[in-house]
């Protein structure tokens, strides 16, 4: 049986669509849940906002995770908040600038976010 190479290019344009779009979904929402609380600004490579999912993930607390390198509109809404530096974490109407364990805990404790 032969296969044309118009069938052959058309599957594999649809393989790299469908890769293109799972990385691009997957960057913006890993973590996503739809009554998530806390968003995390992120960039890749940034060890403090490994950190920072360590420690929700710790607590057991669901996340939105943007990451402005990826997202123009991640980006705005990032300098929008007062971004400087990642991980920016918003936790209903507080902003935390960076990694700061007690800081996160006490925002998580005090909305009553956390699992543990």
Not at 74 to 79: G, S, Y
């Amino acid at each position: 049986m032969k296969r044309s190479w118009a069938g052959a290019l058309f599957c594999a344009a649809m393989l790299v669509l469908s890769a293109t779009t799972a990385r691009a979904a997957g960057a913006e929402s890993a973590h996503k849940t739809p009554a998530a609380a806390v968003t995390l600004y992120v960039m890749p490579q940034c060890g403090y906002c490994e950190k920072a999912r360590e420690q929700l993930t710790r607590r057991g607390v669901a996340w939105q995770e943007r990451d402005i390198v990826e997202s123009a509109e991640a980006k705005r809404e990032f300098d929008a908040k007062g971004g400087v530096g990642t991980p920016l974490i918003v936790i209903g109407d507080e902003i935390i600038k960076g990694f700061d364990a007690a800081r996160l805990n006490a925002a998580l404790d005090a909305r009553g976010l956390a699992a543990d």
